[in-house]
């Protein structure tokens, strides 16, 4: 697959509420950010994975957002090796700290296309 | 080897960027004793929006030229993000001492705050979000990125303050003291933008913008140049030279790293230093925000990885103090021209090398460390400045 292909795929993912990541078969290299080749070997026996969608708070920072509202953004290290940079939508704040589990939660931000979010586990 | 310099910094200038670079690049070619027709090399870099606004200039070595008179037979462009200054000062020597040119002018800066105000009120807004995003990448993920809500590049920075102290117990309080530190050598500089007495509760009490980072443990957006002039010959400025450099790029989106946040290119950068940190007699540490002076000095080798919250506790890092850092209160008090804080730090050493720090002079500024460090972590370059030996 080429770049475009492989994005195209990642957001059918999203839109199916899957979480997908990459693997690569030559060297065995896990990354979320889509490539059409491998950024440790340059191979291009990628296989696109779908992951558990579970993981811990890597770390995180709360922030008022332009319309008041308390925002968090972080980066959540996922259960199969990889990290994503994304929003945590909760209303329990206590819960959002560094090492918490988290999960992904879809959520639709450009018409048509949702994209993965997280939030915490009770 | 520096023949000239000069700068402008103010909280919001009114004229065209072009105007602030005339006026400064005059000063340091008078400094210099030189004119445009002597200069033959030109480093320049270039964000977005800091050139009266434009999202993008497709040469801006030329656009600065052209504009001065100057017919070039070296340009370089230099893209360290806010380290740029600092990276532009060694590529300017390195060009001087191979023989690509015999006197480089290093023009960095504009007007930083041009961009929010383009964001918020103009321009942009006719643009759809990927439209903007299309023009603007800075990386191959873009869309996969800016699809979230966050500060840029506040946000990381928090992340990394916020690790910081999960993994080895750095407080708001410490953070809070190396601004207060740096506060008291802004005091003596007339030049400061924030004066006046600093408390650590202040900083605690001053408002949260992104946990657990601090209004006053962030650098405020000022517009400013920096112009200065490297060759061969001599001036009336002392005779300077690189005694030791190290760079080093760190391209990965922040996600990816392999390396723990907490650590910054400049743990490697250091590593190529060779130069008793002892014998330094002032450093000036890229401080856009409290929690990358910290981490800089951690990874220049100044104390461990996770012990800085004590080592600033321990030790006096203002003018008078055994570890003078930020001599003239850094960007956090000086302010952020172009969002690039390395012009602060590398004219404060500048100043402090040729006894013209002005109130906040420290004895025998033979020595100085300087340490540029890009945005996200991306970029480091570290300088040990001295006379010629
Ligand atoms: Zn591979």
């Given amino acids: ?122 | 080897m520096l023949l000239g310099f000069s700068s402008r910094y103010e909280k919001v200038y009114q004229g065209s960027v072009l105007d602030l670079i005339a006026e400064t690049v005059k000063e340091a070619l008078d400094m210099a004793k030189l004119e445009p027709k002597d200069i033959d090399g030109v480093i320049t870099t270039w964000l977005p929006w800091i050139f009266d606004g434009t999202l993008a200039i497709g040469f801006p070595e030329n656009y600065i030229s052209e504009y001065l008179g100057i017919r070039p037979r070296f340009t370089d462009l230099v893209q360290y993000g806010g380290a740029s200054a600092v990276e532009m000062f060694y590529r300017a020597y390195k060009a001087v001492k191979s023989g690509e040119a015999d006197r480089v002018l290093c023009v960095i800066g504009g007007k930083g705050t041009l961009m929010k105000k383009q964001l918020r009120e103009g321009g942009l807004e006719r643009l759809s979000e990927v439209e903007v995003l299309n023009i603007l990448r800075n990386n191959p993920f873009d869309e996969f990125i800016r699809v979230y809500q966050d500060m840029d590049p506040i946000s990381f920075y928090a992340m990394v303050a916020a690790r910081h102290s999960k993994l080895y117990g750095t407080t708001d309080e410490q953070r809070a003291l190396l601004a207060v530190q740096q506060r008291y050598n802004a005091n003596s500089n007339e030049r400061a933008l924030f004066r006046g007495p600093l408390t650590v509760k202040d900083v605690i009490n001053s408002r949260v913008v992104s946990t657990p980072l601090h209004l006053l443990e962030i650098t405020y957006p000022i517009d400013g140049v920096l112009a200065f002039i490297v060759g061969k010959g001599t001036s009336q400025l002392r005779s300077m030279d690189i005694i030791s450099y190290g760079d080093a790029v760190w391209p990965e989106f922040f996600a990816e790293r392999d390396v723990d946040i907490v650590y910054t290119p400049t743990i490697e950068s250091a590593k190529k230093i060779d130069f008793n940190l002892n014998k330094i007699d002032a450093f000036e540490i890229y401080d856009a925000f409290t929690i990358m002076v910290l981490t800089e000095l951690e990874d220049l080798g100044l104390t461990e990885k996770g012990k800085i919250g004590k080592f600033v506790e321990e030790n006096d890092l203002t003018i008078k103090g055994n570890i003078p850092v930020n001599t003239g209160g850094g960007s956090l008090n000086m302010g952020q021209p172009a969002y690039m804080s390395g012009i602060i730090i590398l004219e404060e050493a500048f100043l402090q090398f040729n006894n013209m720090a002005k109130g906040h002079q420290v004895n025998g500024a033979d020595y100085i460390l300087v340490n540029g460090l890009g945005g996200w972590n991306t970029h480091a370059t570290t300088l040990v400045i001295g006379e010629k030996r």
């Fill in chain 1, 1 to 122: 697959m080429n770049l475009n292909e492989i994005i195209q795929t990642y957001y059918e993912y999203f839109n199916k509420e899957k979480l997908p990541y990459i693997k690569c078969t030559n060297c065995g290299y896990v990354f979320y950010y889509p490539r059409a080749i491998c950024p440790k070997c340059l191979s291009k026996k990628l296989s696109i994975m779908e992951s558990k969608g579970e993981g811990e708070i890597y770390s995180e920072t709360k922030f008022v957002n332009e319309k008041g509202q308390v925002t968090i953004i972080g980066l959540i290290r996922l259960e199969e090796g990889f990290m994503i940079y994304a929003n945590i939508l909760t209303n329990r704040l206590e819960d959002v700290s560094i090492n918490k589990k988290v999960k992904v939660k879809f959520k639709e931000v450009i018409k048509g296309q949702k994209f993965p979010f997280f939030t915490t586990i009770s």
